[in-house]
């Protein structure tokens, strides 16, 4: 593989990406909104964290899950769905190369993600702590679990599938994620939640994020999904 | 050495054989045409020149290369045109060539390459927002911005306006020229026509005709006419002693070996029977006779029934007019 190619085509797929209006608006437009507005008013009780300090790491973890898999899983279906993928196969680029250049191109996205999200946490009074090498441990290790699971999600359903289904866990995932709400608010499902990939960052950050240990059974869920997403997805897509 | 060896190919899907002992070459500064019915397996035997599908059985090399176990190595010197696909909606034609460019050591000029599709005007529109027919010569530019060696084209103008057609010939012909090696699909036999130096029809999977459009078209010597009238064909072999086929709406064909001596004493009995000449022609079978005889050889009984349907309407207009 070569690096010149890969880096055109990183290149070409964060500016196609920074175009398409919806995706600016899940990856971009919801955290902020929502970073704000908990921030500023408090709905739910929210325990011994309130405001931003709460909704801060919860909506870090949101625009992580909305690059990697909802942006990335979307636009990947898309591509296979049009022939992009088996076209570029056909190319000295080649499959391999094209999936790293995606990858670096949504690196560069949640770089922009979270330079701009916490610019706003800092402005709204958020102080972060000094945990912070192990809270972007976390939210790469979650990055990668969420790149699985859109690229399982783009390699194995029809586009529109896979457009409304990253959508739906988009969702899902603010609900039952400990973005909005705390998980011990949940009652019976937060035993489930905690399963997933999206509350284990959240149960990692939050603590993180105002000074203390993450539990380790969250890190352990995490390096999982973390493990679970990309060879599954390796394993299962098809180009066509 | 050929640049394309296809030896003994058999592609099977499942049950269904898709492709069924193909051989063939292609040379250097040779267009060679897979002509065949949609189904006959023309897509299917680029997929594997390509490397996108591994042979059931027999080989295939493109430039000495195996093109699936050498893929990443092939893919410099190769150029491929998939049927109306694999183009980013989102990117217009001029960004779409200069990403596919750098993909490449040595690439064509995307400005140049824009100019000689014809696609200047419209080098900042998103693909999705061009016409059936321009998006056709995206591919094809896109095709051929690495300076390929080989290029496989499939179906490279379907759904192309004339004009466009002409503009996609010429851009093959000068390819040719250049010393690239060329296979293209089409179900169109006027494309095969134009453009080959050698075509291959292929129907069901397998090869059943194949040389240079003079080869295909002389191997069978008739006089052909077409008359006004239906005309008795056994008072003509009663009288003349020749044999006289239909092949289409008051189209008939007579088998011979001498035309010359066919000719004077047919017209003469057509005169005789007062039947008008539409026209009137000897030399071997065009190439869409020779496809359809190859690839339908059920349609010769079609043939006489649509015939005799034309025959129940002429009278029926003659009554009527």
């Known amino acids: 593989m070569k690096f010149r190619p890969i880096w055109a085509q990183a290149v070409e797929e964060l500016r196609m990406t920074l175009e398409r209006g919806e995706t600016l608006l899940v990856t971009f437009g919801i955290p902020i909104v929502l970073l704000i507005f908990f921030a500023k008013v408090s709905v739910f009780s929210t325990g011994t964290l309130h405001g931003v300090a709460f909704v801060a790491p ?24 049009y022939g992009v993928l088996r076209r570029i196969g056909m190319t000295p680029l080649g499959r391999r190369a094209l999936i790293s250049a995606k990858i670096l191109a949504i690196i560069k996205i949640e770089v922009l993600q979270m330079i701009i999200l916490s610019a706003i946490a800092f402005g709204l009074g958020w102080h972060p702590g000094s945990r912070l090498p192990e809270a972007v441990a976390a939210l790469i290790l979650a990055s990668i679990a969420f790149g699985g699971i859109g690229l399982l999600l783009a390699g194995t359903l029809r586009a529109e599938a896979t457009l409304a289904l990253a959508n739906g866990l988009y969702v899902i995932f603010l609900l039952i994620g400990g973005i909005i709400f705390p998980l011990d608010k949940l009652g019976a499902f937060a035993s489930f939640a905690r399963l997933l990939p999206g509350a284990a960052l959240t149960n990692i950050l939050h603590p993180l ?32 | ?103 490449y050591e040595n690439p064509r000029d995307p400005s140049e390459l824009l100019e000689t599709v014809n696609l200047t005007h419209v080098a900042k529109t998103p693909a999705k927002r061009l016409s059936g027919g321009e998006r056709q010569r995206l591919a094809l530019a896109l095709c051929l911005v690495g300076r390929p060696k080989v290029v496989l ?8 306006d004339p004009a466009g057609r002409i503009k996609v010939r010429s851009i093959i012909s000068g390819l040719r020229d250049e010393g690239v090696a060329i296979i293209l699909t089409t179900h169109e036999l006027d494309e095969a026509e134009r453009l080959a130096d050698r075509v291959i029809i292929i129907s069901e999977g397998s090869i059943v005709s194949s040389g240079s459009i003079q080869d295909l078209t002389r191997t069978s010597n008739a006089v052909r006419f077409q008359t006004t009238t239906p005309i008795d064909r056994e008072m003509l072999t009663r009288e003349l002693n020749i044999m006289v086929e239909i092949c289409g709406s008051l189209s008939y064909r007579v088998l011979t070996d001498d035309p010359s001596r066919v000719i004077a004493p047919l017209t003469a009995w057509l005169a005789t029977n007062h039947h008008e000449i539409l026209n009137l022609r000897s030399g071997g079978d065009s190439l869409e006779e020779i496809y359809l005889a190859v690839t339908q050889p059920q349609l010769n009984d079609q043939r006489v029934r649509t015939s005799r349907i034309s025959r129940t309407r002429s009278s029926r207009r003659a009554r009527g007019g």
């Not at chain 1, 999904?225 to 299962?236: M, N, T």
């Not at chain 2, 295939?60 to 893919?75: E, F, I, K, N, Q």
């Not at chain 2, 084209?153 to 192309?160: A, H, Q, R, V, W």
């Open chain 1, 58 to 81: 919860g909506i870090l973890a949101l625009a992580v899950m909305s690059s990697s898999m909802v942006s990335l899983g979307i636009a990947t279906g898309f591509e296979r769905s």
């Open chain 2, 153 to 160: 084209l499939d179906e490279p103008t379907s759904g192309i």
């Open chain 2, 1 to 103: 050495m050929p640049a394309i060896e296809v030896r003994n190919l058999t592609v099977h899907f499942g049950d269904f054989c898709a492709v069924n002992d193909i051989s063939f070459d292609v040379d250097m500064g040779e267009v060679v045409t897979l002509l065949g019915p949609n189904g006959a397996g023309k897509t299917t035997t680029i997929e594997t020149v390509e490397g996108f599908r591994e042979p059931g059985a027999g080989t295939v090399r493109v430039l000495g290369l195996d093109p699936v176990t050498d893929h990443s190595r092939l893919m410099d010197a190769l150029g491929v045109m998939l049927q109306g696909l694999g183009i980013y909606p989102q990117l217009p034609p001029l960004r779409a060539l200069r990403l596919f460019g750098a993909y």
């Open chain 1, 209 to 240: 994020l105002s000074g203390a240990h993450a539990p380790v059974s969250a890190w352990i869920i995490l390096g999982v999904w973390a493990v679970l997403g990309p060879v599954s997805a390796a394993r299962l897509f098809r180009f066509e």
